[in-house]
């Protein structure tokens, strides 16, 4: 008995047609990394969502010298607007409180025996603006691709705690 051998392209061609994509299911954040996005991963809010500080200093109102009211920390927000003359010492990434002119990085600002800050803002006042990264709706990551640990945390600083995946597939 004699096999025939099917050539490359047939034997290729039969193998893609015992093939169906596997199904999509939603699951949590958590448990989305290694599995393969079921649809394009949108931005639900502007990235960074509001404007924030790029650098370490002060974010200032009006003309110097200030006077430091307080501080303020990445991933958190001044409860109130800086009237002129005022400053909050401020870490990178933290949200910009309303009435902010600028950033005054700590490496152009002195800090005088009474308190005050003195310095001169850079152009531009290192500002993040919101958006800067993307825009809401933007499509931060493509249908069919693995979830890395980066891909799951551009998610979730996107606002998502749940993806549409690839269901595993199951060996019987």
């Known amino acids: 008995m004699a096999l025939v051998e099917p050539s490359w392209h047939d034997a290729r ?5 015992c093939v169906t994509r596997l199904p999509l299911e939603r699951t949590n954040i958590i448990e989305a990394h290694g599995r393969m996005t079921g649809g ?8 960074p969502p509001l404007p924030i500080s790029a650098m370490d200093g002060w974010a200032v109102s009006g003309e110097g010298p200030w006077t430091v009211v307080g501080r303020v920390l ?7 607007p800086l009237a002129a003359g005022q400053a909050v010492l401020i870490a990178t990434g933290a949200g910009l409180p309303a009435g902010c002119d600028g950033v005054l990085r700590s490496e152009d600002g002195l800090i005088d ?11 531009g006042g290192d500002i993040r603006p919101a958006g800067e990264e993307a825009q809401a709706g933007e499509v931060l ?3 069919g691709v693995v979830l890395t640990p980066a891909r799951v945390g551009l998610a979730a600083a996107a606002g998502h705690d749940s993806l549409m995946v690839r269901r595993r597939p199951i060996v019987h």
Do not use: D
Not at 13 to 17: D, L, M, P, R
Not at 74 to 80: D, H, R, V
């Open 13 to 17: 061609e039969t193998a893609h047609a």
């Open 40 to 47: 394009p991963i949108l931005a639900l809010t502007p990235l």
């Open 74 to 80: 990445a991933g958190s927000l001044w409860p109130t």
């Open 113 to 123: 025996p009474l308190g005050a800050v003195h310095g001169r803002l850079r152009a």
């Open 141 to 143: 990551v493509p249908a």
